[in-house]
């Protein structure tokens, strides 16, 4: 699997699974920052393993890295949205200045999660920008030397 199509299997799974404010909206925050982590590991090995010679059909080195960089601030955000998250499904909301309360931590919430899909956005056009690689050419041909003949002195 490319580095692209695993960023729109994440990005999908993210869209189809939307985080909630019942019980399992905690644990679906926590399964989109695991999955966040492992291809954010996934993409930061590639580019080392695209730094070394003779590497095929992986994204420059440098792709990668801005990719993975965008990765993290999605992580950064679903991390951040924990807290809001867990003050909206832990506590009541049953008076007004409770209601008043969870307003900041809805604000909160929505930011974090609109931030982490701005993430992946610009992660998924950081891997599309991919930088043309080199034409492969013919190969090269070894140079023709003559037929050396050494005598003992």
Request: net charge neutral; glycine share 8%.
């Amino acid at each position: 699997m490319t580095p692209l199509s695993a960023l729109d299997a994440v990005a999908a799974d993210v869209r189809d699974h939307p985080v909630t404010l019942d019980g399992t909206g905690l644990f679906t925050a926590m399964r989109h920052i695991d999955l966040l982590c492992h291809l954010t590991a996934r993409m930061a090995a590639d580019a080392e393993y695209q730094l070394a010679p003779n590497i095929a059909d992986l994204p420059p080195a440098t792709t990668l890295a801005a990719g993975t960089g965008q990765l993290g601030q999605a992580i950064a955000h679903y991390t951040q949205a924990l807290g809001p998250l867990i003050a909206l499904t832990a506590t009541k909301h049953d008076t007004l200045g409770q209601r008043l309360d969870a307003l900041s931590h809805h604000s909160s919430l929505r930011i974090h999660l609109q931030g982490a899909g701005r993430a992946l956005a610009a992660a998924r056009t950081a891997l599309e920008v991919q930088q043309p690689r080199p034409s492969a050419g013919p190969p090269a041909t070894a140079p023709q030397h003559g037929v050396t003949v050494r005598r003992r002195a």
